[in-house]
């Protein structure tokens, strides 16, 4: 998309031999999500299939939910959106980058089975709260920017904001089964505008 | 909550031995999920621990997806706003009786595990959206009411605005992992009402 960077498992530590395993086992995630389900994803079954050791894996991943965390962050990562000079342009733009990661296939078993499985684990609870917070960030951001700037209400609670701005598509997505489309990014655009606008 | 009914699994088919077997079932789906998590909902720990027989169970809930979306709605079921000529303030009650389930023991697992079910099982997709569909019914229901009364801007696109209502203390609950309070609420009412309020 012109003028954002999506940042996500692709930045490896740097070493070409370590991001080609970190490709390999991530797109198995994905993979086996998409085609069996979450209950598919082993380490066993992800080694095999990315053609990688377990103790490779382990060393990066140490559990199950680190993988699954991981494979959903290659695929909804960190966003980087330039100053456009309107909050709503700049708006448009994560939800536009976050329709697009929904759309493909296999996001909503990728991330309703996150969902499901961090409710199970006990340790996996906060790490993936951590990754709400990671991926969410750059709508603070948006946020604080536009009431710098004036077209954000300066009293506009950044969090609850945040949420509101988040949670909608994925809603969509899970709650309703139904994939979002532009035309819905496009009503949210002017709600969220509105709900945070500057008054008076 | 004054003002406001719930209907939910309580509304048996009317015969008092059919709504004690729905009660107990239901109350040991929940137990369950608080206590273990969605994997220790089988048909026989559940039959077991509400003391009643797996046929009876299979008569009302043919597959264990029925079974767990029967007992999120005896916590979140089909609200019932009565007309208090003002959109907030219906607003407010909507949210408020959300806010009061998801904050009850255990809510959070349930509502995740039944995400993580729904993905799994391509039956029971279409039955978690009808859920939704039939629980957000009432927002539908005041948006509406508030277009004709001149609180509510007469061309809000109502399914979307929907969305923006159930949605936040979702996200909040299962993706940031947080109990929602009252406070938010609160901010939730305001941010809404400003994005669907009447323009000029």
């Known amino acids: 998309m012109v003028g954002m960077q999506q940042d996500g498992a692709a930045r490896g530590p740097g070493r070409p031999r370590e991001e080609r395993v970190t490709g390999a086992v991530l797109t198995a995630v994905v993979d086996l999500v998409t085609e069996q389900g ?3 994803v082993t380490m066993d079954a992800v080694a095999s299939r990315a ?11 140490p559990t199950k939910q680190d993988l699954i965390i991981a494979a959903a962050e290659s695929r909804l990562g960190v966003l980087s959106v330039p100053d456009l000079g309107d909050f ?3 708006l448009r733009l994560v939800l536009t980058a976050r329709l697009e990661a929904y759309r493909l296939p296999g996001s909503d078993r990728l991330i309703a089975g996150l969902i499901g499985a961090a409710a199970e684990t006990g340790a996996g609870r906060g ?7 990671r991926i969410t960030s750059e709508t603070r951001r948006i946020l604080e920017r536009g009431m710098a700037r004036g077209d954000v209400d ?3 609670d950044v969090r609850a904001a945040t ?7 994925l809603f969509r997505l899970i709650g309703e089964q139904e994939t979002p489309d532009a ?4 009503t949210l655009v ?3 505008a509105r709900a945070v606008g500057p008054t008076g």
């Open 38 to 40: 979450i209950g598919a």
């Open 88 to 90: 709503r342009a700049e």
């Open 154 to 156: 300066p009293d506009t």
């Open 127 to 133: 790490q993936y709260a951590e990754y709400t917070e």
């Open 163 to 169: 949420t509101l701005v988040a949670a909608p598509l």
């Open 51 to 61: 053609g990688v050791s377990k103790p490779a894996m382990y060393r990066r991943w």
């Open 183 to 186: 035309r819905f990014v496009e």
């Open 190 to 192: 002017e709600l969220v």
